[in-house]
């Protein structure tokens, strides 16, 4: 490595180390204030997907006729 290049790795090193720091420092001041980890927190308020109603069967009014156990009904016909 030439000196431009050890510079800016030593630079990055330290960039690096303090915005791992300031993530650290967001979580424990998040935890201390609400008295759960992030991950619970998401885990919390993270939307449903059942809520999400986008291109999942969940939206059709009628699915379950055409699930498996009931083809034996001869008027449906999936279009």
């Avoid at 991950?39 to 009628?62: D, F, G, I, W």
């Amino acid at each position: 490595m030439n000196r431009n290049q050890r510079r800016m790795a030593a630079f990055n090193a330290k960039k690096s180390a303090e915005q791992i720091g300031q993530q650290r420092f967001e979580r424990k001041l998040t935890q201390a204030m609400t008295g759960c980890s992030d991950r619970v927190l998401k885990a919390v308020n993270a939307p449903s997907v059942r809520s999400k109603c986008e291109s999942t069967s969940m939206c059709l009014p009628e699915v379950a006729k055409y699930q498996a156990g009931y083809r034996t009904i001869k008027n449906i016909s999936a279009q």
